[in-house]
């Protein structure tokens, strides 16, 4: 499975143009750009409408007590061939925290479920896909009633439940550590599969497809709820994130498409598709228990990290991995050793 350079293209060009000089955070011009710009975008792509007549799903947070503010999911859906399965759903927020252009964070996760949408509406799933981009994660919504996914889950979805639920934050960046020559600026991280017992098979077996990525999966209580996953976690529902963490201009004016590594947007790309086809293909039994994914995080660490690896153990005083508090301190020297 491999981007062509048509599909680049496009990426690039969706991240550049949601990457306004003066950004889209909320109450700002920029932020009703975005929401046009996504609309015309979700049209040409052919998406349907997930309810009612258009892809806008307002809410109102003053009821969340949060003043007057303009906000509304989009949401749309590529059809599948079977509406009695449980639907995917792909997501990322649209909105800034700052006036800046903000490309990674998160221009680049909206341009890639455009991207995915564009390929499964050229070749349904038995399933359908919501496409949802959500308003409001940024602080000071983060994690407050007024924040969209949490709006979307508690009073838009109709009530569905998912088979799988994708949330893209942060994807297009190199990963830098302090010292040179790793070779792991193309590191991504998966949390959260360990929500349901089929997705660690689902996540390695869809990375093995994209070996120009270094995936690495973990446990999502290691860093907690990031992005707009959150309230898929709290409503048990099976769900992936996929970020390559905040990086040196997270939050920041540097944040812009010189920051963004677009051939490694295409390889998150080729890696999306590859776990959308997974999951229609396989099915997520809801019955289905979850074992621990121990096992799984260590084969991935191991295939993934190389000589980064060797020196985490020698810090952990570890010479090799293999139960839970093996995992739980070489996180720990991770994340003191990845600049964040």
Excluded at 216 to 233: E, I, K
Aim: aromatic share 8%.
């Amino acid at each position: 499975m491999t981007f062509t350079d048509r599909t680049l293209e496009q990426l690039e060009a969706d991240t550049r143009a949601l990457s306004l000089d003066y950004g889209r955070r909320v109450g700002q011009p920029g932020h009703a750009e975005a929401r046009a710009f996504l609309t015309r975008r979700m049209e040409e792509v052919g998406l349907r409408p997930f309810l009612g007549d258009g892809f806008a799903l307002p809410y109102d947070p003053q009821g969340c007590g949060w003043g007057k503010h303009d906000l509304a999911n989009l949401v749309g859906v590529v059809p599948g061939r079977d509406a009695s399965l449980r639907p995917g759903l792909i997501g990322a927020h649209y909105d800034s925290v700052i006036d800046e252009p903000c490309s990674d964070d998160n221009a680049t996760a909206v341009a890639v479920a455009l991207g995915v949408a564009t390929a499964l509406r050229d070749h349904p799933l038995e399933r359908d896909v919501l496409i949802a981009f959500f308003d409001a994660e940024e602080p000071p919504y983060f994690l407050s009633p007024a924040m969209g996914s949490i709006r979307f889950y508690e009073d838009q979805r109709a009530g569905l439940d998912f088979a799988a639920v994708i949330i893209m934050d942060l994807i297009g960046h190199d990963v830098e550590f302090p010292m040179s020559g790793t070779g792991l600026e193309d590191l991504l991280f998966i949390l959260g599969a360990e929500s349901h017992g089929a997705l660690p098979e689902i996540v390695e077996r869809s990375a093995a497809e994209v070996p120009q990525l270094r995936v690495l999966a973990s446990l999502n209580d290691y860093v907690g709820d990031l992005s707009d996953h959150h309230a898929f976690r709290l409503g048990g529902q099976p769900y992936l994130f996929l970020s390559c963490g905040q990086g040196r201009c997270y939050h920041s004016p540097c944040d812009t498409p010189e920051w963004v590594n677009f051939e490694k947007v295409g390889r998150v790309y080729e890696l999306v598709l590859a776990l959308v086809h997974a999951v229609d293909r396989d099915g997520v039994d809801p019955e289905a228990p979850n074992p621990p994914t121990t096992e799984f995080e260590i084969r991935m660490i191991e295939r993934t990290l190389g000589p980064v690896l060797e020196m985490a153990l020698r810090q952990a005083s570890l010479d090799h991995l293999r139960t839970r508090s093996d995992l739980d301190r070489i996180v720990e020297v991770l994340m003191q050793m990845l600049m964040v």
